[in-house]
């Protein structure tokens, strides 16, 4: 994929084609476009289903152009547990995770996963996921009286890693155990993250959502390799009841979680340590960024 993004101005110039651009093409797709990245992303399909129908089933959706960052490095778990006011993840967790600004303003709830020792992933198709990253980044270089606590860790943009594919509904298990041998372990609870192996070639990661965003049904994400990102796509749907969905549907599943209203805003938005903590999404002492803000607001 050629990358024909603006350098340094921080905003794509030039539109940029995702891996499954061809298959969304043959799905009847409105596209969309990422303004940070320049990336294109389905927003919507002409023969789409309603999501609580496609639901019954399973659904498919191509998280391309979302908000997606891979960070690794010296000291990804410092910077992460710094950033992010939640939990500290170990390796194999995820979950849903607010950055606060210094005064304890909310740049986004972001999906963050600890991927490894030393790498966390995290992804955001909302409004302000591109809001998020910028913080992240600008708090890998921060440096304190010459001393810079993060030196070594590194933010990239990783559309062109692995792509992310959100699968959810009634039949998501029935769906991805397909895949899976028959010896394979359980698939990954809520909150956990699985190396897997797809068809018995295909290396991947599974990623079971951490909370509902789908009225009760199962939900993950799939990273693939982009060698087998058409392969997979295909593949899923070819079973008959498993519809494609595009981002407008995403965002409606997204929607539904308690903190979303708050944060539909390009605004400033400052949320209530009270609030935060009955939503699970804040925890206690003071060793991140922003506590004193969010403590004293």
């Known amino acids: 994929m050629a ?38 992303y ?9 999501l609580d129908l496609a639901l019954e089933g399973a659904v498919v ?20 547990e710094a950033a992010f006011c939640a939990r500290k993840l170990r390796v194999g967790q995820c979950a849903f995770e607010p950055a606060l600004t210094g005064d304890g303003a909310i740049t986004s709830v972001a999906f963050l996963a600890r991927t490894g020792t030393h790498e966390h ?31 070594g860790t ?15 509904g009634a039949r998501a298990n029935e769906l991805l155990a397909d895949y899976l041998p028959s010896a394979a372990r359980a698939l990954p ?12 070639h295909i290396p991947a990661l599974l990623v079971g959502m951490p909370v509902d965003i789908a009225g009760g049904v199962p939900a993950y994400v799939l990273l693939v390799p982009k060698t087998a990102a058409r392969v ?26 308690p903190w979303a209203q708050r944060l539909d805003s390009t605004d400033v938005v400052e949320i209530a340590e009270q609030d935060l ?3 699970g999404l804040l925890r206690r002492g003071n060793d991140f960024v922003g506590a004193r803000g969010i403590l004293e607001g």
């Open 121 to 151: 992933v995290l992804l955001d198709p909302t409004r302000r996921g591109s809001v998020v990253a910028g913080w992240l980044t600008f708090l890998s270089h921060v440096s304190i009286n010459g001393n810079a606590p993060y030196e």
């Open 42 to 50: 389905p927003a919507s399909y002409a023969r789409e289903q309603p």
């Open 3 to 40: 990358d024909e993004r603006e350098q340094g101005s921080g905003r794509a110039s030039r539109t940029v084609r995702g891996e499954l651009y061809e298959e969304h093409l043959a799905l009847g797709v409105s596209f969309d476009r990422a303004e940070d990245t320049g990336l294109t």
């Open 189 to 200: 609870a809520r909150g956990a993250v699985e190396s897997v192996t797809l068809d018995g």
């Open 232 to 257: 997979m796509w295909r593949s899923l749907l070819s079973f008959t009841w498993v519809e494609p969905v595009g981002r407008t549907a995403v965002l409606g599943t997204w929607s539904q979680l």
């Open 154 to 168: 590194s933010v990239e943009e990783a559309s062109g890693m692995l792509v992310p594919l959100l699968i959810m």
């Open 61 to 80: 959706s191509d998280l391309t152009g979302a908000t997606y960052r891979l960070v690794s490095g010296a000291h990804p778990q410092e910077l992460c």
């Open 277 to 279: 903590r009955a939503w």
